[in-house]
């Protein structure tokens, strides 16, 4: 089973090595990475061509004008050729070297359409520091209507279930990648499976952790996603929401502490 995995830069310099070793170290060798670059300005692109010819044919680079992060992905996802999709973020790295192992251990020729795991966010700064943690859980239907969701740089779904229920909605900024997990999981019913393991580690500071006001525009965005796909959540969703990624963080700080 084929994975594709896809990567969007942008002056990703400071960070994209950690990125490509990561995929590179992995004990999983059916794998191309696609990489979406959006005319960086700094050495994020001569970095990423120093790394091509490790990868064995299994890199493959475009470098061109996009509409934003989301537009990216969806340019990486209608390049991909693999039987399953992820995403994994410049600024990102695996966990560990079987990441890819386990997903293809769980996902080839299995009743599976998608998977998702636990996500360890460390500093922006100093990337063995830990700051949060990301338990996930196995999703039960109207689950999303509580405050549920999984954390997508963890996300891996199979190329057909794009073809056929589409990509990213740009429109949704910030939080397109929570309604392309809504509409998959809970609105289509794909056949979804939880793993209890940590998939990635993700630098804070990303696009929709960043800052308040991108919080509370996430959070408008995530209503109108939920509305857009006939679900009414109540009037205390957000809270609900807020409170499980509230416990994540005092448990990283915990984790950190230990």
């Not at 960043?210 to 996430?218: C, K, P, V």
């Amino acid at each position: 089973m084929k994975i594709s995995i896809v990567t969007t830069t942008n002056n990703s310099a400071a960070t994209i090595r950690d990125t490509l070793e990561s995929v590179l170290s992995q004990t999983y060798q059916d794998w191309e990475l696609i990489i979406e670059d959006g005319l960086s300005q700094d050495s994020t692109l001569s970095i990423v061509q120093e790394y091509e010819p490790r990868g064995g044919g299994r890199i493959r680079i475009f470098s061109e004008k996009d509409d934003g992060l989301y537009d990216a992905m969806n340019r990486g996802i209608a390049r991909a050729t693999g039987d399953v999709i992820g995403i994994l973020n410049s600024d990102d790295f695996f966990y560990d070297d079987h990441v890819l192992e386990d997903i293809n251990r769980v996902m080839d020729g299995q009743p599976v359409d998608c998977i998702y795991g636990d996500l360890m966010y460390v500093s922006a700064r100093n990337k063995h520091r830990v700051v949060r943690i990301w338990k996930g859980s196995q999703h039960k239907k109207g689950a999303y209507l509580h405050g549920w969701h999984p954390a997508h740089p963890t996300f891996y779904a199979r190329r057909e279930c794009y073809e056929k229920l589409g990509g990213f909605n740009t429109s949704l900024a910030i939080s397109a990648d929570f309604e392309l997990m809504l509409r998959f999981i809970e609105v289509a019913g794909l056949r979804n499976r939880y793993i209890p393991r940590y998939f990635v580690m993700m630098r804070m500071g990303g696009e929709s952790n960043g800052n308040l006001r991108n919080i509370i525009r996430g959070n408008r965005n995530i209503l109108r996603a939920m509305r857009e796909n006939g679900l009414k959540p109540s009037p205390l969703y957000i809270v609900r929401r807020m409170l499980p990624k509230i416990k994540a963080s005092f448990i990283g700080r915990l984790h950190h502490a230990e």
